[in-house]
């Protein structure tokens, strides 16, 4: 255990003591640095992650009183109110469920977990201890996002019967963990397309999922890439540079889904979902809604539709709920449901087989 100095830097008692796992770029970019914007509010009072450098470099640069190796040895030391999991995907669930078991409210990075039977456990802990459990599903946060829930609930859609999801980058591998199958899960679909198919089934008001066909491809992330530096490292790279996937839901409905790291396409990042509904269609990535008025086909647009920091409002949504002041967008239960479809997506693409998630 670091311990930076003797008072620790616990001056004030009234606030809000927050913990961090895994203290890496998304911790930094949407986590720390937020949580930094309200210290009248919080104060950051451990930090835990396997790396002794980053450690001490969270420390140093962010005044955490403790740091610790190991996130048990946190949570059995330091006196948490709430803390962000920002590992690598397979110690989300380990570290939550520590979290939770010590009463600590949570918010979990993308993917809740590496398995449907790891988000269960952690809905299950969750309401066990009444603490809270969100996930970070920040592009729910962003300004158009909540536009378009307001649009589809207000029933300018009608009935969502089918949508397409795509979270596409034409050369877009990241480096580190991201190309590691042990310890993310996956590629592409875990890491990018989950926030578009979270998107997707939040707008649709979470249907049920009964039947799920995938595809996964590793066609161009194993081999070196000629026509630019290849950032990667393509001899380790273990998880699928494309999906591809059909959900049915219980209400009739059909998503597809189309999500890559690399692919030959015309596109540069496109994240978008579309829905079609009964009255009308949604386009996220131009906040537009597609309609027939008076007969005519109407595309209502909001160019000036603001974008404030989605991790910023999210982070700030989080320390209003640790306040009591209002509640988190996603569910634990919402989580399953995600991770049930990502898991019968890869399942699907294994056997060729459709899956019941
Ligand atoms: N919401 C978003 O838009 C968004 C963006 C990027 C990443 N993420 C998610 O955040 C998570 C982390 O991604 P990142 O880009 O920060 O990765 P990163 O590799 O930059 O950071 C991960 C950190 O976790 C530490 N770590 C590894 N194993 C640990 C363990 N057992 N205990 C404690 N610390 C451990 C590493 O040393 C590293 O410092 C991933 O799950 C990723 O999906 C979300």
Redesign the pocket.
């Known amino acids: 255990m670091h311990d930076r100095q003797s008072d620790g830097g616990r001056s004030s008692l009234a606030k809000l003591k927050i913990g961090v ?7 930094q970019a ?1 986590h720390i640095n937020n949580y930094k914007k309200h210290a009248d509010r919080v104060e950051l009072v451990a930090i ?4 002794e450098a ?1 450690v001490r470099r969270n420390i140093e640069e962010h005044g955490f009183a403790y740091g610790f190796a190991d ?1 048990n040895e946190m949570f059995e030391n330091a006196e948490l109110d709430a803390v962000s999991v ?4 397979k ?2 669930a380990p ?1 939550t469920l520590a979290a939770l078991k010590a009463g600590c409210h949570v918010l979990c ?3 809740p977990a590496m398995t449907s039977a790891e988000a269960m456990e952690m809905e299950a802990a969750a309401a066990a201890s009444g603490t809270i459990l969100a996930y ?1 599903f ?1 592009n729910r946060y962003r300004a158009r996002a909540q536009y378009l829930k307001r649009a589809i609930e207000a029933g300018e859609l009608g009935h969502i019967y089918a949508g397409r999801i795509a979270a596409m980058r034409r050369n877009g591998i990241p480096g ?2 991201f190309v590691n199958k042990e310890l993310q899960g996956g590629g592409p679909l875990i ?1 990018i397309g989950v926030h578009m198919l979270d998107l997707a089934l939040w707008f649709m008001d979470f249907p049920k999922p009964v039947q799920v066909m995938g595809a996964a491809y590793r066609e161009l992330g194993t081999k070196p890439y000629d026509s630019v530096p290849t950032p990667w490292d393509y001899a380790n790279y273990t998880v699928e540079d494309l999906a591809m996937g059909m959900i049915r839901f219980e209400n009739g409905a059909t998503l597809l889904l189309e999500t890559s790291f690399i692919v030959h396409a015309p596109e540069g990042n496109n994240n978008t979902v579309r829905l079609h509904g009964t009255k009308g269609g949604l386009d996220y990535k131009t906040a537009g809604i597609h309609q027939l008025r008076q007969g005519i086909p109407v595309d209502i647009v909001a160019p000036k539709i603001p974008d404030p920091d989605m991790h910023q409002v999210q982070l700030e949504a989080f320390i209003d709920a640790l306040e009591g002041k209002g509640r988190m967008l996603s569910t634990p239960g919402q989580g399953v449901v995600v991770q049930q479809i990502i898991e019968a997506l890869y399942r699907s693409a294994e056997t060729g087989e459709a899956v019941v998630p």
């Open positions: 796992v895994g203290g890496g770029g998304i911790a949407a835990a992650d396997v790396n980053t996130f920002c590992t690598p995907n110690f989300h570290a990075e993308k993917p970070g920040c580190g963990v890491d």
